[in-house]
């Protein structure tokens, strides 16, 4: 976790682009690499018959295919 403050919007840089450094250096130091946020959208192909099917299974619960996607990939172990 990276930690920042300042009270005003220097303050608030400054602290910020230190505490990435810090971040960074921390990494080097234990041969790790940053961690990287993930965006959130995934693009899936597949062949149409289960595009198909999930749509369908989408459908039936009331959701979008998109949910229920995302129901499946959190149920998985």
């Known amino acids: ?3 920042f403050e300042g009270s005003n919007a220097q303050e608030l840089w400054d602290s910020f682009r230190g505490s990435i450094d810090e971040y960074l250096t921390i990494c080097a130091e234990k041969g790790r ?8 959208k995934i693009l899936v192909r597949t062949e149409p018959e289960l595009h198909r099917k999930a749509a ?3 459908a039936a ?17």
């Open 1 to 3: 976790m990276i930690h």
């Open 33 to 40: 690499s940053p961690d990287k946020p993930f965006s959130g």
């Open 56 to 58: 369908l299974r989408a």
């Open 61 to 77: 619960e009331g959701i979008s295919l998109s949910q229920w996607i995302a129901r499946q990939i959190d149920a998985a172990p």
